[in-house]
């Protein structure tokens, strides 16, 4: 896979009082594209549910460059920045374009894997797991860890 973008429409409920995006609905964004990626390559919920594993963060940063507004048209691109090997840690980061291609803003999570049942971090072992996370694009800058 060489990109995973997706574009969205900015509801009016996710606006706050200065009539731009309000800063949370950036990371609702960012959680929901994460979910769709991982699902569109065979890694669902329902997966995830049965082998007693989930995504865990550590730390989520976004960094504000441009307002979006209302009538923007933004197109959502998700790339790993680092991971592991065995990919039980690692790095997503979300570009948030507007449309005349202009950087409006970047999310960087740190994650990890989560045993549902020990409630502990774990290394996922159903191959899909690792299939999955080594098939989502790269950043330019990637770094395995």
Known sequence: MSTFTKEISIRWSDLDPNY???HSAYYDYGAQHRIEILSEQGLTMKV???QHFGP???REECVFRKEIHLNDTITITTKIGKMK???SRWTIVHDFHNQD???CSKITIDGA???TKL???ATPTPPIALQVMDSIPKTDD???L
Request: no cysteine; net charge neutral.
């Open 20 to 22: 731009h995006l309000r």
């Open 48 to 50: 995830m549910q049965e």
């Open 56 to 58: 865990i963060a550590f």
């Open 85 to 87: 090997a065995d990919a």
């Open 101 to 103: 291609g202009v950087l």
């Open 113 to 115: 894997w989560m045993d």
């Open 119 to 121: 409630r502990k971090l």
């Open 142 to 144: 990637f770094i395995l």
